[in-house]
């Protein structure tokens, strides 16, 4: 699906830019938009519009990062709980399970963009993982209606995991 709108995409930005800004805007009322493709284009243009590239495209775009600030995330877990401050190999080792998780990993190489939300949720925990509530802050919050609009505008299912979050969020907010 996502790899027909990459070439889709790669096709609209030979016609003209404005062309393909249009076909963005009409594809925000899709349940797939062509949000999540957008970045790939470059990359595929390096690593090819053909199935493996594309499929390199989201490694690199969405997937590695999504398991680096995972990674993080855990590691300031760690922190948080043990009182200590663990290593860089902790963030490696942490960094090559995610990476290596079969179900994380098997659903990229078959072409699927889902790990796009699984990226934005990962920064979303690291934003607001010392909050303690006591403090207003305008920039995390603008961070955190960002990322919370740019997962609706990628897929709409998104919305589910947002719902959890916030609900989670506030339950931690409210002990």
């Known amino acids: 699906m996502y790899w027909i709108k990459l070439v889709g995409g790669q096709t609209g930005m030979q016609q003209s830019i404005p062309h393909y800004f249009t076909m963005l805007q009409d594809s925000l009322s899709h349940e797939y938009t062509n949000l999540a493709a957008c970045p790939l284009i470059p990359l595929a243009t390096i690593f090819g519009f053909g199935f493996a590239g594309f499929v390199t495209s989201i490694l690199f775009a969405y997937y590695l990062p999504a398991c680096l600030f995972l990674a993080i995330f855990t590691l300031r877990l760690i922190a948080l709980a043990t009182g200590g401050k663990p290593g860089v190999a902790v963030l490696v080792g942490g960094m090559c399970l995610a990476?290596?998780?079969?179900?994380f990993l098997m659903p990229v190489m078959?072409?699927?963009?889902?790990?796009?939300?699984?990226l934005l949720l990962a920064l979303m925990l690291n934003a607001t993982l010392r909050w303690d509530g006591?403090?207003?802050?305008?920039?995390?919050?603008v961070a955190l209606a960002?990322?919370?609009l740019l997962a609706v505008l990628c897929r709409r299912w998104y919305a589910f995991?947002?719902?959890?979050?916030?609900v989670s969020f506030g339950v931690v907010a409210l002990l």
Not at 110 to 118: A, I, N, P, Q, S
Not at 134 to 141: A, D, M, T
Not at 161 to 166: E, H, Q
């Open 161 to 166: 995991y947002l719902v959890g979050f916030y």
């Open 134 to 141: 006591s403090g207003f802050s305008v920039r995390r919050n």
């Open 146 to 148: 960002a990322l919370s």
């Open 99 to 103: 990476a290596l998780c079969v179900p």
């Open 110 to 118: 078959m072409g699927y963009l889902d790990v796009v939300g699984v």
